[in-house]
């Protein structure tokens, strides 16, 4: 059986939120867990294209950053530029 991304994602969100409804922070004596999911968009994406178009990657959500207040600084612009991180030498940059 194979495991979808969306799967995995609504499994971990419904273990989270089941997670935290079984305490209140009046009784909650465990320490806390914590959870990360990482998931790098920053590359260019099949699926992704039929949705936004040829070529397109999280970058271009990053580059279309607009400030909201004041002292919002955006949009963001990475240290190396806007790289592939599905390339093995661009994630091993550190």
Not at 4 to 26: K, P
Not at 69 to 75: A, S, V
């Amino acid at each position: 059986m194979t495991i979808t991304r969306r799967d995995f994602i609504m499994t971990s969100a419904c273990a989270a939120v089941a997670a935290v409804s079984t305490t209140t922070q009046h009784t909650a004596v465990r320490p806390y867990q914590l959870g990360a999911y990482y998931f790098p968009n920053f590359h260019v994406d099949p699926r992704n294209e039929t949705v936004h178009g040829k070529g397109w990657t999280e970058w271009e959500i990053l580059k279309r950053g607009e400030p909201k207040f004041t002292d919002h600084h955006q949009p963001k612009k990475p240290l190396w530029g806007t790289e592939d991180e599905a390339d093995p030498k661009v994630f091993q940059k550190r």
